[in-house]
């Protein structure tokens, strides 16, 4: 009974210092996230932090020393004080593994960023005089009306590029084509060359014939 007791008073107390070390892990989270530009957005950086108190404090109300203390009753018993350390040094350690995971997210996610971009989508949106999209009840239209403009988009790249591809084609075959009429070129002038030079070639010897006689040599 007054083990009882005293486990009641111990998460009494424990449940108070939670509460306050929760108080302090999320003040910490609200320094690290409101950094207040726009009315709006410290609008949604007062609600994030909000919900990141609840759910902070009630995380580690689940991890309260009654609790604690009833899944290692064993050792509970034999050294209360040593436990009520160990389940301090508990939080503590768990409160900073959460306040790192909460910074790092809101780092990488680039939170202050997409509340800016909400922002400009919003005032965007207050300027723009076509009504908003609503959906209409019924998902195929919904989901077609949503992947159309982006297959019409692909559509269009797809034809952009084949328009490059064929222009490019085209500048090549016109290479090819210029390439050919060279080499054509090239070897009517070699067969030109060879003609001229054997035409020269047989000239050469009908002169040397007439020149030099073959019975002039005969004994």
């Known amino acids: 009974m007054e083990e009882s007791e005293v486990a009641t008073q111990k998460n009494s107390v424990d449940k108070d210092s939670v509460e306050k070390q929760t108080n302090e892990a999320t003040g910490e989270v609200s320094s690290q996230v409101l950094n207040p530009g726009s009315e709006a957005r410290y609008k949604r950086l007062k609600l994030f932090d909000k919900v990141m108190q609840k759910s902070l404090k009630k995380f580690i109300e689940h991890a309260s020393f009654n609790r604690f203390a009833s899944t290692f009753r064993p050792l509970y018993k034999k050294n209360p004080q040593r ?17 790192e995971d909460i910074s790092r997210l809101i780092e990488e996610g680039r939170l202050e960023f997409k509340l800016n971009e909400l922002d400009k989508l919003e005032s965007a949106a207050k300027k723009s005089a076509d009504p908003a999209w609503r959906p209409s009840g019924v998902p195929e239209d919904d989901f077609c009306s949503f992947l159309m403009p982006y297959y019409q988009k692909q559509e269009a790249y797809m034809r952009l590029e084949l328009k490059k591809i064929q222009a490019e084609n085209a500048a090549l075959a016109q290479k090819v084509q210029a390439g050919r009429e060279s080499l054509a070129q090239t070897e009517h002038r070699i067969s030109t060359a060879v003609d001229e030079w054997k035409a020269s070639v047989t000239e050469f010897e009908r002169l040397a014939s007439s020149l030099c006689p073959a019975d002039v040599f005969d004994v």
């Open 83 to 99: 436990m009520e350390s160990i389940h301090k040094q508990f939080i503590e350690e768990l409160q900073r593994t959460i306040q």
